[in-house]
């Protein structure tokens, strides 16, 4: 099993008026990791995009958060797959901080769907293969 | 019961590269919308960031995409308190497009904590009896 | 001469982790009351892009920060034409604190490109009058 | 004369819903080049805002924009210190393509001021020798 990590600073605008990172801001921040480990793995989304046969919204997400994130502070962020189907999958990414403590999971859910119907389609067989790499068990 | 809903458009820089709203940008303009019910009902957030005696964090949130939201379109936000403990509260916003469909459910599970000790702590009873108001059974 | 100003609340994802509205985001809340602006003059934002005659994009842009502006504050945007010519035009917008002091002056200035060849063109006829209506001598 | 450089992708959110990079993202994006660029030269932000003594607050920024940049670019920005007094400095980060070709540029003034009177004071002594050594002639 691969695993993909990133790590980054917590830059000043990603902390609101509480101090903190603003919840919102977990999101963007997993999502940038998930779309340079896209691009990493070969199936970088303006590609996708430009090709117009598909895209792969988020059906579901969540964040569960267990200890802030301030700014200054080195966050590495861990990503794995841990549900793979047929037209869908699942991103768990895990934001540690320098103390090796979870700040906070987020997770999503990607569908697959056509670029013309909207309708659900099958993963890529090569974007399917390429994701199954990094599935956690 | 009382409802609480605002409408707002969504504006250019809402929508990304896909041509429909950011899925993290829901969560930004639910949060807008859950800032001025708090102002309403008398417990702005500005003022219990500036007292310093509670704050109360987002602990957990859920979005349930349905149909994307584009750029112009009117929005409603319904809010409702859907849980009411004595430390914490979960906020439920539907985020329904001019059709009538709702696009979008966004769920924040809030917990009031001490400033001083970051230990959960009751919510003021004033804020509480208010949010009760609210509280969809 | 007409003016156009709306007022907003400054929200807790303005400011940064200096506790101030982080200086990109005065050009958010500028864009956001010109966004609306267009739209009450009957030429928004959204309807240009679908129709695909052509794109207003900005060409230049300034700030001038001048008093920070805070969480919970009421700020007012007072908006002015204060160029037109046939294929651009200059957007002045004040943002003033409810102690009636400018806080920041956000100045942008747009060029009409046809969406095809991305030239210069002429302002619609209708756009330009409607302008007019709000040009500061 | 030292450069100081740092490539980085466009991303989905970057994005609005014209299809380019929205003119306030690129206020970001240079200021988070800016904020790395601190913290390379040993005067991180973060560590300033902590101690309390000064902060350097944007009293003035211009964006030129030349040339769009779209999703999934490498954009390589080249930063510049432009002018270096006292009690402030000028920050010039060009916005450079993978075609090299100059998209945008973004200039910030920042003025040194003591937190505890928001009056300006002279730059720390090793802050303005470091910066020095970016001067542009």
Do not use: W
């Given at each position: ?8 600073p ?9 101090g903190?990172?603003f ?42 958060y ?66 199954a790499?990094?599935?956690?068990a």
């Open positions: 099993m691969k695993t993909y990590s990133r790590t980054f917590i830059l000043i605008h990603h902390v609101d008026a509480a903190i990172v919840f919102a801001n977990y999101f963007i921040l997993a999502h940038d990791v998930y779309e340079a480990f896209l691009a990493e793995i070969g199936h970088g989304i303006p590609k996708a995009i430009d090709d117009g046969e598909y895209i792969i919204p988020i059906a579901h997400c969540e964040g569960d267990r200890r802030p994130m301030r700014h200054g502070e080195q966050i590495t962020a861990n990503l794995a797959v841990t549900e793979l189907r047929s037209a869908s999958f699942t991103i768990r990414t895990d934001l540690v901080g320098p103390d090796q403590v979870v700040r906070a999971t987020i997770t999503t859910r990607h569908v697959c769907v056509s670029s013309a119907t909207m309708k659900p389609m099958a993963l890529p067989t090569a974007l399917h293969k390429a994701l790499e990094y599935l956690r």
